[in-house]
């Protein structure tokens, strides 16, 4: 390909700063054309090293410059208006997650990218790291037989230690946030048990709460119980409090053993087998707020726009993942058990 995707990102925030900016800069199909922050001085300060054009309106900017594909890194309640203009100027569109604040705004950015022939991918990154990569080759091999119980959990101190705002940012407050911990970490989880199981989420029981951030009305942490579609069922932990040792593992128990993602410090992946082998797997480790890895979603990003194939985490999969979200709060609010369609 000797033209550029010429990429704009809108937000430029620390998401930005650490990932979609550092993997554009990395990928040769890309030309950095413009950024957009109401802090217009984070804008530009990219801008000028790209030669780009920076702007505190992202209206302004998707009027003004021709572009081929958005990132969008704003806070959450921004993330559907922002796709769906950038969708209607014909731009393909990467929205980080959670891919909306509602399941109604989810379908209107996927209708808005199908109305105007433009791919549509929300930036589930927890599908790309490599230990997730090779424990999803081994359950779909089909050798652990069926997938009987699982459990899922992510949680670290909470954004104040990653938003370049600190605890002042945007993460806290509700009108822009709509959700915590359950935005942040849950929906990841979410996303990917529905991809490693290959299965969907029939119902959700759940507890959800604000424990321990004071000054905030956005949730801190959350335990859910997910039946699947199967018959299997788990739990999934969210939590912005896990102030020492943070997790991001998860345990898959099936007829012939268990699989064992990212619970140990060596070894990534550990599959013990009824027979009693025990299989280790050293293949990466999985990226921390503390310590970047290459997330491959931008590259993933640009290699479906470059070759026209629909995206692994499309629209319609932010979707289903952003619904188990939604259906945990249901059963906060109602203290019943929620069925998903």
Known sequence: MSKKLRVAVIGCGAIAQRRHIVEYEQNEHVELVAFADPVIERAEKYAEKHGAKAYADYKQLLKEVQVDAVSVCTPNALHAPVAIAAAKVGAHVLVEKPMAATAEEGQAMIEAARENGVLLMVGHNQRYMPPHVKAKEILDSGRLGKVLTFRTAFGHPGPEGWSVDGRGSWFFRKPEAAMGAMGDLGVHKADLIRHLLSDEVSEVGAFVGTIHKEG?????NATCILRMRSGAIG????S??????????TIIWCENGVIKIDTDPKDNVIVELRNGNVERYQVGAMATNEKQTHSGVVDAFVGHILAGTTPLV???????????ILAAFESQATGSNVKLD
């Open 216 to 220: 905030t009305d956005v949730d801190d």
């Open 314 to 324: 499309s629209g319609e999969e932010g979707l289903k993942s952003l619904q188990v």
């Open 235 to 238: 739990t999934l932990t969210a």
């Open 240 to 249: 912005w409090t896990y102030y020492k040792g943070g997790d991001n593992s």
